[in-house]
Structures are given as structure tokens and as C-alpha cells.
């Protein structure tokens, strides 16, 4: 398999830093590296760009910067997650009879990072490591509704409306709209928002900080729901958020 000498640059800059080496003059990474200097500038000017790494202003030396935490937790939580919910995934696949999903945020979408289907389940567009948009798909429009104000302008900025059914939601306006009955509701809806044929039932998931981490739902066939199983699944959906939230702190402040 071929190496991409720029990135296998770039990722080795990253691993010179430790507890023992915070900050490195861009000398010292270039004689490391055996790179020419311009080159190495090149290479931390891109990094810098994308907030993985820093220069101190004080002795212009190069540092990580918080964009590797930030990464790092998305890791941790998505392990951590993954490890108490499966349960609570299960048994709602089990009750519900259809595909169930675990989704957490990563910038501006969600990433599945568990899934369970049903013997009879015929939601299939789905898998683990696949990434949805937030505005047109239940975990997503649930993982922003529940944020604060500042957080979600801040993430709305220069946000991209894409057109995926002709149920879309696709402009600020009509999606605050969607977000405050979402709040009002406690749960969210994608019908046949982002997959023609399927409708979704999501709810959040809370920590110990009382953050939403992230998104349980119950995905299906649009011609196989009813109100009725609707507010089923959100009985069995609160219930399980409710449970899953709990073991990981939320109410324990």
C-alpha cells in the first residue's frame, strides 16, 4: 500500500511531542525529521490551519493544540458509549422489532458507531463508521436540539442545507422551527428526511455534565409506521436514554 509522504509527515511531527517534549523550536523538527526547514513550515502552517497544532506566541515554539483532545474524547466517549449502551440497544431492538442506532457527534455530523438489527428488520443503509447529516436525520437534528443557543449558532455558521429528499429540511429558518418542537417533544423525527422509505425515532443521551453525548433510534420502513408505534417507541426510547443516561452520571451532579 502506498505511504502519502506528506501526511506520514505531518502524523510524525504530531508524534514528537510527549509529557517530556511540550513545545519544539522548528529547527528541532526539522533536524528530527531530516527536513529541509521550508518544508517543515509548510508542514506546520497546515496543521496550525486545521488547529492541531499551535505556536506559542511567547517563544514562537510549536505545540499540540486542543483539536488532538477534542479528537481524543470523541474516542474515548465513542469506547465508553459503546460498551454500556449495547445492552440498552439491544433489548430495544428486541422489543421494537427494528434496526436500533448508537450515533455520537463529530463537527458537523453524526457518526453511527453501533447498530442493531432485528431478524426482520429491513432498514439496511446503515453501518458502522458511516456518517449522516445532522439537519435531516433524527440522531442528528436530536444530537443538536438539546445543545445551547451559542452552541448551536456557532455550529449553524456556514452550515450546508444538502438536499437529500424531497422531505429535506433545507434552510435555517424552517430547521430552528424543527429544533424547538424537538425540545418541546423530548424526542425527534426523520421522516423520510435523509433515506426515501424510512422513518426514524430519536432521543438523546445525557452525561454526567449534563451534555448531550449522544443519539439512540429506532430506524424502520416509512409504510410499516403508525402514531400509535410512534409513541411506543418513544415510550421504549425514553425509557433506555433514561437508564443509559443515568450510568453515566446524568442526575448525579
Known amino acids: 500500500m502506498p505511504i502519502i509522504q506528506s501526511v506520514d509527515r505531518a502524523l510524525k511531527i504530531l508524534d514528537l511531542f510527549d509529557e517530556h517534549e511540550t513545545e519544539l523550536k522548528i529547527t528541532d523538527i526539522s533536524e528530527r525529521l531530516s527536513l529541509h526547514k521550508s518544508t517543515t513550515h509548510s508542514l506546520l502552517k497546515t496543521l496550525e490551519k486545521h488547529d492541531y497544532i499551535e505556536q506559542n506566541p511567547e517563544n514562537e515554539k510549536y505545540r499540540l493544540a486542543l483539536k488532538l483532545f477534542e479528537r481524543g474524547n470523541i474516542v474515548i466517549y465513542s469506547r465508553d458509549i459503546r460498551t454500556v449502551a449495547r445492552e440498552y440497544l439491544l433489548q430495544l431492538s428486541k422489543e421494537s422489532g427494528h434496526t436500533v442506532h448508537l450515533v455520537i457527534q463529530d463537527g458537523k455530523e453524526g457518526i453511527y ?8 428488520a429491513t432498514v439496511f443503509y446503515s453501518r458502522i463508521g458511516r456518517r449522516v447529516p445532522l439537519h435531516c436525520s433524527g440522531v442528528g437534528k436530536v444530537l443538536i436540539s ?3 443557543d451559542a452552541e448551536i ?4 455558521k456556514s452550515y450546508e442545507f444538502v438536499n437529500r429528499t424531497e422531505n429535506t429540511i433545507t434552510d435555517r429558518e424552517s430547521f430552528m422551527k424543527e429544533i424547538q418542537k424537538i425540545r418541546d417533544q423530548g424526542y425527534a423525527e426523520d421522516e423520510q ?3 426515501p422509505g424510512i422513518h426514524c425515532v430519536a432521543i438523546p443521551v445525557f452525561d454526567y455534565t449534563e451534555k448531550v453525548i449522544a443519539a439512540i433510534s429506532i430506524s424502520m420502513s416509512a409504510m410499516r409506521i403508525s402514531e400509535t408505534e410512534v409513541t411506543r417507541f418513544v415510550k421504549l426510547l425514553k425509557e433506555a436514554s433514561g437508564e443509559l443516561s443515568k450510568k453515566l452520571g446524568y442526575g448525579y451532579i
Request: aromatic letters at 6%; glycine letters at 0%.
Open 113 to 120: 458507531i453501533d447498530k442493531v438489527e432485528s431478524a426482520s
Open 146 to 148: 438539546f445543545q445551547s
Open 153 to 156: 449558532e456557532t455550529l449553524l
Open 193 to 195: 428526511e435523509n433515506e
